[in-house]
């Protein structure tokens, strides 16, 4: 599922499209909890989250997390990204908890417990 801005400048990635997966927070926390080993991939698996400025593109900025299903099989990253202009650095920042909260949320919805990204969003909140 997407939502599209309604600014005249955004960032989109068509369903579909075929993507590197070593670039940007969506491929990398992927990678991360498929077992892709070194950094950053060992940070993304203790703090649950990566954020990607100018990785995929250098005018685009994003924030991901993973979702889990039963057995902790994982489904997917939860991603917000946009054009590096609205989204920077302290943006990204502000929104780690509240995205790691709905990653939670979705986990729990696909019959997973949650408790990791529970405390990954406490975390995030403390500042960390």
Do not use: C, W
Request: charged share 20%.
């Amino acid at each position: 599922y997407r939502v599209e801005s309604k600014h005249p400048i955004r960032y989109t990635i068509r369903e579909g499209d075929v993507l590197p997966l070593l670039v940007g927070s969506g491929g990398r926390v992927l990678a991360a909890f498929s077992g892709q080993e070194g950094e950053p991939y060992e940070t993304i698996r203790n703090t649950y989250n990566y954020i990607s400025i100018g990785d995929r593109d250098p005018q685009t900025a994003g924030i991901s997390a993973p979702v889990f299903g039963p057995g902790r099989t994982l489904l997917g990253a939860l991603t917000l990204a946009g054009p590096s202009t609205r989204v920077d650095a302290a943006f990204l920042e502000r929104m780690k908890r509240p995205l790691l909260e709905a990653a939670a949320r979705a986990t729990r919805a696909f019959g997973e417990d949650a408790f990791m990204l529970d405390v990954a969003a406490l975390n995030a909140g403390a500042g960390n």
